[in-house]
C-alpha cells in the first residue's frame, strides 16, 4: 500500500501541492519572512560594521546575540508549538519582529541592538518549529518529500535573491527605511497567516517509533514544563535513523563553521583581491544548494547515503580553496577555480540538510513535530557556536590555510564514518520500527 502511494505521489509531483490552498499560503508566508530575515541582516550588517566601524570581536558578540537565543530557547519553542495552537505562535512571531525591527531604527549604540537581537532570536526560534509542524498538519503524507523540497528551496532562493534586493535597497532609499520594509515584511506575514485554518488532528504517523504511536493516539494530558521539552530529545534518541541524521548535521556544522565562519580571512590573502569575489562566491554556493534542493529527493539512494555523500563532497572542497587560495594562479583562473569550488560545495551541503529535514517530517509524529525541531534548532546553534570559536584559535595559532584543509578534511570524515555506519544504523532502525508495523497490520485487520 505505501508504494502504491509513493509511486502516486511522484506521478502527481506537486500539483497536489499547488491545488492545497493552506499550504501554498503557509509557505507564501515562509517566502515573505525569509526575504525580510536577509534584508534586514545586510542592513545590520552595514549599520555596525561600515557606520559605525564595529570591532571584530564587537561583530561576533553580534552574531552570538542571534545564535544563542537559537540554541537556548529551541526546546521551549518546540514545546510551546506542541502545545499551543501553531498558527497563532507563528502570527505573534511575526508581529513583535515587525516592531523590533522598527526599534532597531532608534537604537543608537550596540547594547541597544544586542538587546533588540536577542529579543528577535528569541521571536525567531518560535517560528520555525510552529512552521515545520504546520506542514505536518495540512500536507498529506505521501506528498511530504515535495513539501520539504518547496521549503527548502524557498530558504536557498531567499539567500540567493536577498542579498541583492537588499544591496538594491540599501543603495536607493537608505538604512532606515530598509528596516521598515523588512518590518513590512513580516507584517505581510502575518496577514498570509491569518488564511491558514487552525489546529488539524491528524492519523498517527506510520513511520514514528513503536514508542510513541499508542502515545499519539491517547488523549493528550497535562506535563510538567520540563518533561516536555526533554521529550523532543527522547524521540530523536528512540529513533535510530533520526539519531544518526541529527548527529551528522551537528558534527558537519560544528566542523564546517570552523572554516566557513572565517571566509574573510580566508579570501584577504589573495594578492589584489576583488571585493565582489567573495560576494560571487556566496551566490554560487547558494545557487548548488538550490540546484540540490531541487533534485535530490529524485535520486533512489537512502537518506544517509546522500547525507555521506554530501558532508564528503563539501569537506574535500573546502580543502581545496584553501590551496586554491595560496596557489600561484592568474586571478581569471583562481577567481573561477573559487566560484565552481563554492558551488559544488553548495551542492554538498545542500545533499546533507535537504535529505535531513524530509528525514524529520517523515519519521517525527505530528504532535511532537514543534518539540523536535526545536531540539533540532538547539543542537545544530550549539553548533554553529561551538564551531567558530574553535575556527578563531586555530587561525590565531595556524593560520587560515591549514584550518581550512583541517575544516574539509575533517567534514569528509564524518561523511566517510556515517557511509561505514549507514547499514547498521538502517537495519537497528528497521528492527525497531517492526514491532510498530505488526501493530498497524493487526489492527487493520481487526478493523
Same mark, same amino acid.
Given at each position: 500500500?505505501?508504494?502504491?502511494?509513493?509511486?502516486?505521489?511522484?506521478?502527481?509531483?506537486?500539483?497536489?501541492?499547488?491545488?492545497?490552498?493552506?499550504?501554498?499560503?503557509?509557505?507564501?508566508?515562509?517566502?515573505?519572512?525569509?526575504?525580510?530575515?536577509?534584508?534586514?541582516?545586510?542592513?545590520?550588517?552595514?549599520?555596525?560594521?561600515?557606520?559605525?566601524?564595529?570591532?571584530?570581536?564587537?561583530?561576533?558578540?553580534?552574531?552570538?546575540?542571534?545564535?544563542?537565543?537559537?540554541?537556548?530557547?529551541?526546546?521551549?519553542?518546540?514545546?510551546?508549538?506542541?502545545?499551543?495552537?501553531?498558527?497563532? @505562535?507563528?502570527?505573534?512571531?511575526?508581529?513583535?519582529?515587525?516592531?523590533?525591527?522598527?526599534?532597531?531604527?532608534?537604537?543608537?549604540?550596540?547594547?541597544?541592538?544586542?538587546?533588540?537581537?536577542?529579543?528577535?532570536?528569541?521571536?525567531?526560534?518560535?517560528?520555525?518549529?510552529?512552521?515545520?509542524?504546520?506542514?505536518?498538519?495540512?500536507?498529506?503524507?505521501?506528498?511530504?518529500?515535495?513539501?520539504?523540497?518547496?521549503?527548502?528551496?524557498?530558504?536557498?532562493?531567499?539567500?540567493?535573491?536577498?542579498?541583492?534586493?537588499?544591496?538594491?535597497?540599501?543603495?536607493?532609499?537608505?538604512?532606515?527605511?530598509?528596516?521598515?520594509?523588512?518590518?513590512?515584511?513580516?507584517?505581510?506575514?502575518?496577514?498570509?497567516?491569518?488564511?491558514?485554518?487552525?489546529?488539524?488532528?491528524?492519523?498517527?504517523?506510520?513511520?514514528?517509533?513503536?514508542?510513541?504511536?499508542?502515545?499519539?493516539?491517547?488523549?493528550?494530558?497535562?506535563?510538567?514544563?520540563?518533561?516536555?521539552?526533554?521529550?523532543?530529545?527522547?524521540?530523536?534518541?528512540?529513533?535510530?535513523?533520526?539519531?544518526?541524521?541529527?548527529?551528522?548535521?551537528?558534527?558537519?556544522?560544528?566542523?564546517?563553521?570552523?572554516?566557513?565562519?572565517?571566509?574573510?580571512?580566508?579570501?584577504?590573502? @589573495?594578492?589584489?583581491?576583488?571585493?565582489?569575489?567573495?560576494?560571487?562566491?556566496?551566490?554560487?554556493?547558494?545557487?548548488?544548494?538550490?540546484?540540490?534542493?531541487?533534485?535530490?529527493?529524485?535520486?533512489?539512494?537512502?537518506?544517509?547515503?546522500?547525507?555521506?555523500?554530501?558532508?564528503?563532497?563539501?569537506?574535500?572542497?573546502?580543502?581545496?580553496?584553501?590551496?586554491?587560495?595560496?596557489?600561484?594562479?592568474?586571478?581569471?583562473?583562481?577567481?573561477?577555480?573559487?566560484?565552481?569550488?563554492?558551488?559544488?560545495?553548495?551542492?554538498?551541503?545542500?545533499?546533507?540538510?535537504?535529505?535531513?529535514?524530509?528525514?524529520?517530517?517523515?519519521?517525527?509524529?505530528?504532535?511532537?513535530?514543534?518539540?523536535?525541531?526545536?531540539?533540532?534548532?538547539?543542537?545544530?546553534?550549539?553548533?554553529?557556536?561551538?564551531?567558530?570559536?574553535?575556527?578563531?584559535?586555530?587561525?590565531?595559532?595556524?593560520?587560515?590555510?591549514?584550518?581550512? @584543509?583541517?575544516?574539509?578534511?575533517?567534514?569528509?570524515?564524518?561523511?566517510?564514518?556515517?557511509?561505514?555506519?549507514?547499514?547498521?544504523?538502517?537495519?537497528?532502525?528497521?528492527?525497531?520500527?517492526?514491532?510498530?508495523?505488526?501493530?498497524?497490520?493487526?489492527?487493520?485487520?481487526?478493523?
Amino acid at each position: 500500500m505505501d508504494q502504491v502511494q509513493t509511486a502516486s505521489a511522484a506521478e502527481g509531483g506537486f500539483k497536489p501541492l499547488l491545488r492545497n490552498r493552506k499550504y501554498l499560503l503557509l509557505v507564501a508566508a515562509q517566502l515573505v519572512s525569509n526575504m525580510g530575515e536577509w534584508l534586514y541582516f545586510i542592513a545590520l550588517l552595514t549599520l555596525v560594521g561600515l557606520k559605525w566601524q564595529a570591532t571584530p570581536w564587537e561583530i561576533t558578540a553580534m552574531t552570538l546575540c542571534m545564535a544563542i537565543p537559537i540554541m537556548i530557547g529551541g526546546p521551549i519553542a518546540g514545546m510551546l508549538g506542541d502545545r499551543y495552537e501553531r498558527k497563532k @505562535i507563528m502570527i505573534v512571531s511575526d508581529v513583535v519582529r515587525a516592531a523590533l525591527l522598527v526599534g532597531m531604527i532608534f537604537a543608537g549604540n550596540l547594547i541597544q541592538i544586542y538587546i533588540l537581537l536577542v529579543a528577535k532570536g528569541l521571536m525567531d526560534v518560535l517560528f520555525s518549529p510552529a512552521k515545520s509542524g504546520k506542514i505536518k498538519e495540512i500536507v498529506d503524507p505521501k506528498y511530504m518529500d515535495q513539501a520539504v523540497t518547496i521549503s527548502s528551496t524557498i530558504e536557498q532562493t531567499s539567500k540567493i535573491i536577498g542579498p541583492s534586493l537588499g544591496g538594491l535597497l540599501l543603495a536607493l532609499f537608505g538604512i532606515q527605511l530598509c528596516f521598515i520594509i523588512d518590518a513590512g515584511a513580516f507584517v505581510v506575514s502575518a496577514l498570509l497567516l491569518l488564511g491558514v485554518p487552525g489546529k488539524i488532528r491528524k492519523q498517527p504517523n506510520v513511520e514514528a517509533s513503536p514508542l510513541h504511536i499508542e502515545a499519539e493516539r491517547q488523549t493528550p494530558v497535562k506535563k510538567s514544563f520540563f518533561k516536555e521539552i526533554g521529550e523532543g530529545l527522547q524521540m530523536i534518541y528512540s529513533i535510530p535513523l533520526l539519531l544518526g541524521g541529527v548527529v551528522t548535521i551537528c558534527m558537519v556544522l560544528l566542523v564546517l563553521q570552523m572554516a566557513d565562519s572565517q571566509i574573510v580571512t580566508l579570501f584577504r590573502m @589573495i594578492p589584489d583581491v576583488s571585493e565582489d569575489l567573495l560576494g560571487y562566491c556566496i551566490s554560487a554556493s547558494g545557487v548548488g544548494t538550490l540546484l540540490a534542493a531541487m533534485f535530490v529527493r529524485k535520486l533512489k539512494w537512502g537518506t544517509l547515503t546522500k547525507m555521506g555523500l554530501g558532508a564528503v563532497a563539501t569537506g574535500l572542497v573546502f580543502a581545496v580553496c584553501a590551496v586554491v587560495v595560496v596557489a600561484k594562479l592568474p586571478h581569471l583562473v583562481q577567481g573561477v577555480a573559487l566560484f565552481g569550488s563554492f558551488f559544488l560545495a553548495g551542492i554538498g551541503v545542500g545533499f546533507v540538510l535537504v535529505p535531513f529535514q524530509m528525514l524529520l517530517m517523515k519519521r517525527t509524529p505530528e504532535h511532537m513535530t514543534s518539540r523536535v525541531f526545536g531540539t533540532v534548532n538547539s543542537l545544530t546553534s550549539a553548533a554553529v557556536i561551538v564551531g567558530p570559536t574553535i575556527g578563531g584559535l586555530m587561525i590565531t595559532g595556524m593560520g587560515a590555510v591549514p584550518t581550512y @584543509i583541517i575544516a574539509g578534511l575533517g567534514t569528509a570524515t564524518v561523511g566517510a564514518v556515517l557511509l561505514c555506519l549507514k547499514k547498521n544504523i538502517v537495519k537497528k532502525d528497521e528492527l525497531d520500527s517492526k514491532p510498530a508495523s505488526i501493530a498497524l497490520t493487526s489492527e487493520t485487520a481487526a478493523m
